[in-house]
RNA sequence: GCGCCCUUAGCUCAGUUGGAUAGAGCGUUGGUUUCCGGAGCCAGAGGCCAGAGGUUCGAAUCCUCUAGGGCGCACCA
């Protein structure tokens, strides 16, 4: 049960046996908002119904609102209500409320905060999907950390996620990659190559792959025509590059429920398929497009016959290409029927998490997809602007055309994954931001993530002392948590409760910070009620000549450390009982990040 | 030139879909160890929410314009 859930249905009843009261006709108010106040003199909830509603009928605010009042109070007796400001009501539930309350998380421990919201909907997420020509680097890293928590955060809401990965191992890109491929190869053969051409991958880690084409192949492909060796190379290294990427993934915990194949897509039929499916729609022509506005007026330009999709009728600025001048599919005609694809798999939505950079690819994408689903399927694109990285304030600037790029598996080796994963999902997906690396390294004792994490190695070694120090059997069924009466920690309790609908108010808005800024608010509380057992015996978690007391505390802590746990799991960080494995400041790695 | 996104404390960012006196961290100033882990806690200073209009009981939030930054604008994926 969702606490905030729960008063609003006794609000909404409230306010109808208040309308009876003040002789109204049911009238469209639209929803009853319930919201948490910021201050906690606020009351536990608050509504600003009557504010709203007080225009519509007739009657003031403050009046309005005291007649709910009334009616809520005879719903929930023990509950302190009152009007506050212009007309809110606020409402304080009682301390038995709250202190029953931690035995529901107790109780459904790893499961606390999962809800069937989501009604077991298919969602399909397609995120990182970067270009199998190398191993993942900076640039991948927000789509990374944002789909991977998106996902995880769609499952606690109930929906049954399905995590892809989108192998673009077709077109101009990969056979540049095996061209790069057969350089090192002839180079691992003996040859002397001066500099990887203009145009081609650069970067050192297809020395290795030449090797073992070497090593496979022996010296076979040397003098044989390109149109031989383009499609062996091709291949190799595309599965040699994945083998890379997976490797990476691996060491971020990401893992895919599938892989897919452009190349498959096109070889199996389904690009012809999909664009069938578009030519009855009447959607699909031969035509010629304007000239590009970004040419000057004096530059060239030759209009070329072409088949084009009609986004302009979706509110595209041109229709766009399926097919270039040779007649070879598009990127965009093969991702046309990657998406109708997955849309076949029966997913109800369908989630994708770009770079900012193709932002202006959306109108065309999602007007297809509206088109040839019939509008039965609207793809979700959540867009994140690119990570800029800075040491000491300066940007480390990367260069794909020169290879100095920094790879995830150098930010892994600086940072770690934890690291990587908090600090990157703490802000919201859509701004830009630094990651300064001075301040996640040399500061890591004051990183985000290990404060939260402290929190829950604290709350482990309450528990680990308290199972020392006493036999306490949590499984009794019952308790006396009267004691539980500080403010607090009502309060504790209080944020603990929000865990369930910010879990779903961050599925709603695909927004992993929701919780980790949670669960920083949380820790803090949590740490500030232990600072204040050194001052007030009564707080202390442990007290030797109150076994009653300790077992309420006891319990406190661990639906805490349940509610910390289950929210770092969801940002893909392991919780940890001992703060050992967090890496101290001097044995951390060298730089391995340099200036560009 | 056009389109999308962004601008909140010295720095990095929140702000519960229009609510109550705009909040955290870092940095800064001061305090805090008899103790279940001080990677902590408590207090102070720091704001014209980029600027100007508008919408209404009420605006950081919605609309218009302006300034600054990012991204995109051919058949490259």
């Known amino acids: 049960m969702i606490v905030k859930d729960h008063i609003q249905h006794i609000l909404k009843e409230a306010v109808q046996l208040a309308m009876a009261t003040h002789d109204q006709s049911f009238i469209e108010l639209g929803d009853i908002e319930i919201e948490i106040p910021k201050k906690e003199e606020h009351g536990d909830f608050a509504t600003n119904f009557a504010l709203k509603a007080s225009k519509k009928l007739g009657v003031p605010p403050r009046d309005l609102a005291q007649t709910i009042i009334e009616k809520i109070q005879s719903l929930v007796p023990d509950a302190t209500l009152s009007v506050a400001g212009p007309g809110f009501i606020n409402i304080k539930m009682p301390s038995s409320f709250w202190q029953n309350y931690i035995l529901d998380i107790v109780k459904q421990g790893q499961s606390f905060g999962k809800t069937d919201y989501g009604q077991h909907k298919s969602v399909n997420i397609e995120f990182v999907s970067g270009n199998p020509t190398g191993p993942l680097h900076i640039g991948h890293v927000r789509g990374a950390v944002i789909g991977q928590i998106i996902s995880n955060i769609l499952e606690y809401s109930g929906y049954d996620v399905t995590r892809e990965y989108y192998i673009n191992d077709a077109g101009l890109q990969v056979e540049k990659l095996a061209r790069s491929t057969y350089l090192r190869y002839r180079e691992a053969l003996g040859e002397h190559i001066e500099d990887i051409p203009e145009g081609l991958y650069p970067g050192d880690y297809l020395i290795q792959v030449g090797q073992d084409l070497v090593q496979k192949y022996g010296s076979k492909w040397l003098d044989t025509p390109e149109d031989e060796w383009i499609p062996i190379f091709r291949e190799d290294a595309i599965s040699a590059m994945m083998a890379l990427i997976k490797k990476d993934l691996k060491e971020l915990d990401i893992y895919f429920d599938l892989f897919s194949s452009e190349k498959a897509l096109i070889t199996e039929g389904k690009v012809d398929s999909a664009l069938d499916e578009l030519l009855k729609r009447d959607l699909i022509y031969t035509g010629t497009l304007p000239k590009p506005q970004s040419l000057q007026s004096n530059d060239d330009w030759t209009p070329e016959e072409l088949l084009l999709f009609r986004s302009t009728q979706f509110g595209d600025e041109i229709d766009r290409p399926l097919k270039k001048v040779d007649g070879q599919l598009t990127y965009f005609a093969s991702d ?104 996640v390294t040399k500061q890591s004792m004051d990183n985000p993530v290990y404060y939260v994490q402290y929190a829950h190695a604290r709350a482990s070694s309450v528990l680990r002392k308290a199972a020392d120090t006493f036999d306490i059997d949590l499984s009794s069924p019952d308790y006396d948590l009267r004691s539980l009466k500080d403010p607090q920690e009502l309060s504790l309790i209080r944020k603990m409760s929000h865990f369930t609908h910010l879990i779903q108010l961050a599925s709603e808005k695909l927004e992993p910070h929701i919780i980790t800024d949670y669960l920083y608010e949380l820790s803090s509380s949590f740490h500030s009620l232990w600072n204040s057992g050194k001052k007030n015996d009564e707080l202390r978690f442990i007290q030797e000549e109150n076994l009653e007391n300790t077992v309420a505390k006891v319990l406190l802590v661990k639906a805490f450390q349940t509610v910390i746990a289950n929210g770092l799991r969801c940002s893909n960080v392991v919780p940890m009982d001992t703060m050992e494995r967090a890496i101290p400041v001097e044995d951390a790695p060298e730089n391995s990040i340099k200036q560009a």
């Open 336 to 439: 046309i029927a990657y998406h109708y694809d997955k849309f076949m798999r029966n997913h109800e939505r369908l989630i994708n998490i770009w770079g900012a950079d193709h932002g202006g690819y959306i109108p065309r994408l999602s007007s297809a997809v509206s088109a040839i689903t019939d509008n039965k399927c609207q793809v979700e694109i959540k867009t994140c602007q690119m990570v800029k990285l800075t040491r000491g304030g300066e940007e480390i600037k990367m260069s794909k055309r020169a290879g100095t790029f920094v790879t995830l598996q150098d930010l892994i080796g600086e940072v770690g994954k934890d690291v990587i994963f908090f600090t990157v999902a703490t802000k919201s997906s859509n701004t830009q931001f630094n990651f300064d690396l001075d301040a």
